[in-house]
């Protein structure tokens, strides 16, 4: 009851904060889609960290870490640090330029201006769309999970299937509604400010957390020591027979006397290391999340992203480590004599729950918990609204109105087809609670995003890439991505690889070769084209223009 009534105090607390950003609300689409472009660093950078770190990062690191041991921090969480700035560096700040002196709302208005092909938003939007469905799905599945074993044992007559906790639905539905409403009023400012406070949230949270679970261990080198004795392999990324033999031995050993053993050790989870070293190609995602484009849009000058370069990986060591060595810790963590992750547990999203629950005081684990949620709200929010922006700038304004529709029209739109995206994750979350682990399902989605580098890193840097190639380079993500994703199982095969590599990193090869043979079998973009883009001088007089709203046809 006390993590119940912590959570609805901070989740009346976003309300408030969604209603006081309305206020400032100007009553243009700039405005309800960009903040009017005037986002500052400090919360440029809190946008973009809490935007990135969802139930993935929190919930689903811990999970992984749990099950295949500390080598998922380097997979994901140090070449994340590195390629996440590089792409704010290199992809964000061109984007803010052309968006800036263009108009641009949307990723397709610049992929339509770029490569002079009005029907390239009706390929495109369908797969930004199909992969954002995903991401909102981590977030939805990993809330209703931890709130869930969070509150266990405060409604014991009323939901004993669940332990005494609130079904999974009812929490999934209760972020759902929360992250709606302050979108809904809020737009991209109160998402901003939203995120700003949740970020700082989740952070400090985190960090007294793990202190405190550490302690309750005896300590970072006592927790470790015992994962060192019960399941050595967790530390290691390599494999050997001998790590084979060592663990048939104590699993024989555990089965003879489970009583005095305590800990049932965990089957080693080998990795080669063409896999591990190409997981670097899934973080290339971030440049193509249009959640993350519409949030470099809002910046208010380009020395806004100094300090979300230099920053973002820090911030990412904060949050992952204290994550990753809880899971790490939970394969062979011992409390009052007893395991605190029961033998023959089976759900690694419920991981980092169980151990907050069973290892904090009752009130820092209600805290933590609503910590956990803002870390899964601040994406949540995020990507609702994209969504809402591509689907009412690029096909009902677009392609439907014509671009007439008045600003007013515009954020209608945008709010009734963000009400419908969230029913629809919603439905899909409780209809697949369970069926599929949030780290797994995060990894398609991001690879399925990192497909699509080429595409944007051409159109910003390469004069010769054209429309042609563009088409097939995203209709080549496609395919592959479908085709490989129903190799593994859909999601089934967590241990999927192509040739020993990650396919993210086969995908991302073939959507460039697509791109740069096409381009370059088809004749070169008008010059006009490329003079806008890549040669400022001639195009100054476009630059003194109104930005566009409706995708920079000034």
């Not at 495109?124 to 931890?146: H, N, S």
């Not at 005896?218 to 020591?225: I, S």
């Not at 048939?248 to 003879?256: D, I």
């Not at 209608?412 to 087809?417: D, K, N, Y």
């Amino acid at each position: 009851m006390l993590a119940i009534i912590v959570m609805a105090g901070y989740l009346f607390l976003l309300l408030a904060m969604g209603l006081l950003s309305n206020r400032f609300f100007k009553g243009t689409a700039a405005d309800y889609f960009l903040a009017s472009r005037g986002i500052g660093p400090f919360v440029l950078l809190m946008s973009l960290f809490g935007t990135t770190m969802t139930a993935f990062a929190l919930v689903g690191s811990s999970g992984e870490a749990f099950k295949s041991g500390i080598g998922v921090y380097g997979k994901l969480a140090s070449w994340s640090g590195i390629i996440h700035s590089a792409c704010f560096f290199l992809i964000g700040i061109k984007l803010w330029s052309f968006g800036k002196r263009f108009g641009y709302i949307t990723q397709i208005q610049f992929f339509r201006d770029r490569f002079d092909s009005d029907k390239i938003g009706i390929v495109l939007f369908p797969m930004l769309v199909g992969l954002v469905i995903p991401y909102l799905l981590i977030g939805v599945l990993g809330a209703g999970t931890v709130i869930s074993k969070v509150t266990a044992g405060a409604f014991p007559e009323a939901f004993p299937d669940t332990r005494g906790g609130l079904p999974f639905w009812i929490g999934a539905g209760v972020i759902c509604l929360v992250v709606l409403a302050y979108v809904f009023f809020g737009g991209v400012r109160g998402t901003a400010w939203a995120n700003t406070f949740q970020t700082i949230v989740f952070m400090v949270f985190g960090v007294v957390t793990f202190s405190v679970i550490s302690s309750e261990l005896g300590g970072v080198k006592n927790a470790t020591a015992l994962v060192k004795e019960h399941n050595p392999t967790r530390l290691k990324r390599a494999v050997t027979e001998a790590d084979m033999e060592h663990y048939q031995q104590r699993l024989a050993a555990y089965e003879a006397n489970p009583e005095e053993a305590i800990i049932k050790p965990q089957k080693p989870h080998a990795e080669t290391q063409l896999g591990f070293l190409t997981y670097m190609f899934i973080p290339l995602s971030v440049a193509m999340f249009p959640h993350l484009f519409q949030h470099w849009l809002t910046a208010k000058s380009a020395k806004s992203f100094r300090l979300a370069v230099v920053a973002h990986p820090i911030m990412i060591m904060i949050v992952w480590v204290p994550c990753v060595l809880i899971g790490v810790w939970a394969t062979s963590a011992v409390f009052d004599g007893k395991p605190v992750i029961p033998p023959g547990f089976t759900n690694p999203n419920a991981v980092f729950a169980v151990m907050v629950k069973k290892l904090s005081t009752p009130m820092l684990g209600s805290f933590l918990t609503a910590g956990v949620l803002a870390a899964i709200m601040s994406s949540l929010d995020s990507q609702f609204l994209c969504i809402g922006s591509i689907f009412t700038n690029d096909i009902v304004a677009h392609y439907f109105a014509r671009d007439r529709l008045t600003d007013h029209q515009k954020v209608l739109w945008g709010r009734v087809f963000v009400v419908l995206i969230v029913g629809i994750t919603y439905a899909l979350g409780v209809k697949l609670q369970g069926a599929r682990g949030v780290f797994t399902l995060g990894i398609w989605c991001f690879t399925g995003f990192a497909s699509l580098f080429p595409l944007v890193f051409a159109a910003i840097y390469w004069r010769r890439a054209t429309k042609a190639g563009a088409y097939a380079c995203i209709l080549t993500a496609a395919a592959t991505w479908i085709y490989f994703f129903a190799q593994s199982g859909y999601g089934a095969d967590r241990g999927y690889l192509v040739f020993g590599m990650q396919p993210a990193a086969i995908m991302v090869t073939m959507s460039a070769i697509a791109m740069f043979v096409v381009s370059l079998m088809t004749p070169p973009p008008a010059p006009a084209t490329v003079a806008k883009f890549f040669d400022p001088p001639a195009s100054l007089s476009v630059a003194k223009r109104e930005p566009s709203l409706s995708g920079g046809r000034a």
